[in-house]
């Protein structure tokens, strides 16, 4: 399954990693997603670093795979990226915003990011 409103151009906005800081990357600075109906491409400052498959996945264990406690019917579909199960990589779309979340946040091992939609 692919979702529409995954598609098109995301542009990294913040990333938090662990108990670290948020950082905010300054708006144009070319670290981004693009997804594509099936496929997408990762830059980093404007250069490619990956590019492959994807799919969406329904998944309601994101506050058991992440440690958290969130709302319910959040972060209720995540991507699989390549075929691969991990990271599980859940995601929730509001508006022209993408949120993801990786990882175990109690054992300092979880990344929250913010994206915005450019394209």
């Known amino acids: 399954m692919y979702s529409k409103q995954l598609q098109g151009s995301w542009e990294l906005r913040s990333r938090q990693a662990g108990m670290m800081p948020a950082t905010v990357p300054p708006s144009g600075d070319g670290t981004r997603l693009v997804f594509e109906k099936g496929s997408y491409t990762r830059y980093e400052k404007n250069e490619q670093v990956a590019t492959g498959t994807y799919v969406i996945v329904k998944d309601q264990s994101v506050k058991d ?55």
């Open 65 to 119: 795979a992440v440690g958290l406690v969130l709302p319910d019917e959040t972060f209720a579909a995540r991507i699989r990226f390549d075929g691969k199960e991990d990271p599980r990589v859940f995601f929730e779309i509001s508006k022209d915003t993408l949120k993801t979340l990786q990882g175990y946040f109690p054992t300092d091992g979880g990344t929250a990011a913010m994206y915005v939609r450019i394209k």
